[in-house]
């Protein structure tokens, strides 16, 4: 199997602050590269002007030029640090004509929920999607709830917060869970939200728990509240190979029940709550 070929293209601030270049020109650099048509992942970050123009003339250009981008098996959109853009920031933009366009494609990362649109999305060989984010909107939910992706295997969200997106709850998450239909994942990641302990008791009642070998349910406020109901449940599950829930609020004995369950786990990056005034602040990791 040949290796994969992977590239970065970004427009840096000076060049975009000079008017030089725009998200417009960023295809045309991309399909200039004479390396691009041996590429297998392609990973667009900065398209200059990230928190306040969107990435659509990216994705238009890649619709547009669908011949040449076909080959592309893995794309990330948005891959940009904070000091570039704050994730909460990056000005994403509507993915609908994308699926038909990259008939290869085999995974899609997207980094940024502001103004994302998924629109009906149905590909054959998608095996991956993530979304880091915030804030993740429930019309963005929706269209992964009704998604059509028979060959899905990983499904990682990123939830985040009502100040940067998430306009739902618990039960949002649960109708996610209970109407979505990926018949081949393996993965599931439910991740970064501030309300971890109550997607913990959704995720353990739906009916991906039967099928999936990775748990992940990191970045998020996770309690011993959650971990009580993880180190119970999981046991009836002996396909869950690995549970991950780094970066969370588990005291140490908790962690060491869950680490003590005979398969893989992850509880790096413990966190201490920070109390003001007799109230208790719990943070997901990444927000803005």
């Known amino acids: 199997m040949a290796a994969e070929k992977t590239k970065t293209y970004t427009i840096g601030y000076e060049d975009y602050d000079s008017g030089e270049k725009s998200a417009e020109n960023l295809v045309a650099d991309i399909l200039a590269d004479p390396e691009f048509p041996a590429l297998t992942e392609l990973v667009i970050g900065d398209w200059g002007g990230a928190w306040e123009d969107d990435c659509q003339a990216v994705l238009d250009g890649i619709v547009e030029h669908a011949e040449q981008f076909s080959h592309i098996q893995r794309l990330f959109v948005g891959d940009m640090d904070y000091e570039q853009c704050e994730v909460s920031w990056i000005m994403q933009g509507d993915y609908s004509k994308l699926w038909a366009a990259l008939p290869d494609l ?5 980094k940024g929920s502001t103004e994302l649109r998924l629109g ?8 991956e999607l993530t979304i880091i984010c915030g804030g993740l909107g429930s019309d963005v939910i929706r269209s992964v709830q009704n998604a059509k992706l028979p060959n ?3 499904l990682l969200l990123y939830i985040g917060i009502e100040d940067y997106g998430f306009d739902g709850n618990a039960d949002t998450i649960k109708e996610l869970l209970e109407k979505a239909d990926f018949p081949n994942l393996s993965y599931l990641g439910i991740t970064d939200s501030e309300i971890q302990d109550e997607l913990v008791r959704v995720v353990l009642d739906s ?4 099928q999936i070998e990775t748990l992940d349910l990191s970045l998020g406020t996770l309690t011993d509240q959650g971990g009580a109901l993880l180190l119970e449940a999981l046991p009836k599950w ?7 829930v780094h970066y969370h609020y ?3 004995d908790m962690a060491k ?3 003590s369950l005979p398969i893989t786990v992850d509880v790096s990056e413990a966190e201490e709550p920070d109390v003001y005034d007799g109230t208790v602040y719990m943070n997901a990791m990444l927000t803005e």
């Not at 085999?106 to 997207?110: Q, V």
């Not at 009906?120 to 095996?127: F, I, K, P, S």
């Not at 009916?207 to 039967?210: E, P, Q």
């Not at 002996?238 to 991950?244: F, I, Q, R, S, T």
Request: net charge positive; proline share 3%; with cysteine.
């Open 250 to 252: 588990l005291s140490d």
């Open 152 to 154: 899905l295997k990983k």
């Open 106 to 110: 085999k995974s899609l990362t997207i």
């Open 207 to 210: 009916k991906f728990m039967g």
């Open 257 to 259: 029940k869950l680490c």
């Open 120 to 127: 009906e999305v149905c590909h054959e060989g998608l095996e």
């Open 238 to 244: 002996p396909n869950v190979k690995k549970l991950d």
